[in-house]
């Protein structure tokens, strides 16, 4: 009896409706991005295939192997450059972090003389080329005098990082209810205490959002660092760039197969953070 009604329902929809089912299932825009992400990805795919190459050239395949993964874990140069890449996303990191949210709070709550122009003037390494940051980067350690070093280069950072973090605490703080403050002002609580007890942990899914997304372009900057950095601060980026103007080895695909593994898995857990601030949120 079932299958009579259906049947009779599906007789009583118009053969245009029909037609429009039937081209919703191949829909040409699907295809187009199916395409367009192939396209971007292929390049991907190709490193990593020939990370696990045999060969110590990348021209032909000659055996899968493990060996230049293994052989990253004992070479000191790209350790140490591992290392000074970290040190200065961490450090650049932490203080973005720290500035950059006190910043948007200010810029959200506060009324004062120039807000407009000072959000403005905020914002702008978001949109300068990084050129033009480096190089103003260094003219400015020159005149004041200070040797290049790997703590200038977290300086250089730092002009970045926070705005990006600023930027984002900025998106999370303007959709937040500002009466929950006043309402824990009114019940005694110091303005401290409402920032600390009430804002903060509002904030802090966006604050590491920002600080994920910060960590990561830090990792992969390499215009500003090279500008920036003195003698034996050598970042990751710096590092691989000298390695690949006598060509690409197998040992530079692990490396970066590594490093776009790892910035995925960063950029996953910043969107699972994003979500799941959002949930409490709504709940």
Same mark, same amino acid.
């Given at each position: 009896?079932?299958?009579?009604?259906?049947?009779?329902?599906?007789?009583?929809?118009?053969?245009?409706?029909?037609?429009?089912?039937?081209?919703?299932?191949?829909?040409?825009?699907?295809?187009?991005?199916?395409?367009?992400?192939?396209?971007?990805?292929?390049?991907?795919?190709?490193?990593?295939?020939?990370?696990?190459?045999?060969?110590?050239?990348?021209?032909?395949?000659?055996?899968?192997?493990?060996?230049?993964?293994?052989?990253?874990?004992?070479?000191?140069?790209?350790?140490?450059?591992?290392?000074?890449?970290?040190?200065?996303?961490?450090?650049?990191?932490?203080?973005?972090?720290?500035?950059?949210?006190?910043?948007?709070?200010?810029?959200?709550?506060?009324?004062?003389?120039?807000?407009?122009?000072?959000?403005?003037?905020?914002?702008?390494?978001?949109?300068?080329?990084?050129?033009?940051?480096?190089?103003?980067?260094?003219?400015?350690?020159?005149?004041?005098?200070?040797?290049?070093?790997?703590?200038?280069?977290?300086?250089?950072?730092?002009?970045?990082? =926070?705005?990006?973090? !600023?930027?984002?605490?900025?998106?999370? /703080?303007?959709? #937040?209810? %500002?009466? *929950?403050?006043? &309402?824990? =002002?009114?019940?005694? !609580?110091?303005?401290?205490?409402?920032? /600390?007890?009430? #804002?903060? %942990?509002? *904030?802090?899914? &966006?604050?590491?959002?920002?600080?994920?997304?910060?960590?990561?372009?830090?990792?992969?900057?390499?215009?500003?660092?090279?500008?920036? &950095?003195?003698?034996?601060?050598?970042?990751?980026?710096?590092?691989?760039?000298?390695?690949?103007?006598?060509?690409?080895?197998?040992?530079?695909?692990?490396?970066?197969?590594?490093?776009?593994?790892?910035?995925?898995?960063?950029?996953?857990?910043?969107?699972?953070?994003?979500?799941?601030?959002?949930?409490?949120?709504?709940?």
């Amino acid at each position: 009896m079932t299958e009579l009604l259906n049947h009779q329902q599906e007789e009583d929809i118009p053969v245009e409706m029909l037609k429009s089912k039937l081209e919703t299932r191949f829909s040409w825009q699907g295809i187009f991005s199916s395409l367009m992400f192939f396209y971007m990805y292929l390049p991907i795919l190709v490193l990593t295939f020939y990370s696990f190459n045999q060969s110590a050239y990348s021209a032909g395949w000659q055996g899968f192997t493990l060996k230049w993964y293994i052989k990253l874990f004992s070479d000191s140069r790209v350790l140490n450059a591992l290392q000074n890449s970290l040190t200065v996303a961490l450090v650049a990191v932490a203080i973005s972090a720290i500035i950059g949210t006190l910043m948007a709070v200010g810029l959200a709550r506060y009324q004062f003389p120039g807000k407009t122009l000072y959000r403005g003037v905020s914002y702008l390494p978001l949109i300068i080329p990084d050129i033009a940051i480096a190089v103003a980067t260094l003219v400015f350690l020159a005149v004041i005098g200070t040797p290049l070093s790997l703590w200038t280069i977290v300086a250089a950072h730092v002009v970045f990082c =926070l705005a990006y973090i !600023a930027f984002v605490v900025s998106s999370r /703080i303007s959709t #937040l209810d %500002p009466h *929950l403050e006043e &309402a824990a =002002l009114d019940l005694g !609580a110091t303005p401290l205490q409402a920032f /600390i007890k009430i #804002l903060l %942990p509002e *904030l802090m899914p &966006a604050i590491i959002a920002g600080c994920l997304i910060s960590f990561v372009l830090s990792m992969d900057d390499f215009l500003i660092a090279s500008f920036t &950095a003195g003698t034996g601060a050598t970042t990751l980026p710096m590092e691989i760039f000298s390695r690949i103007r006598t060509g690409v080895k197998p040992d530079i695909n692990a490396l970066s197969v590594m490093l776009i593994v790892g910035s995925g898995a960063i950029a996953c857990f910043a969107e699972l953070v994003r979500y799941r601030g959002e949930q409490k949120r709504f709940k």
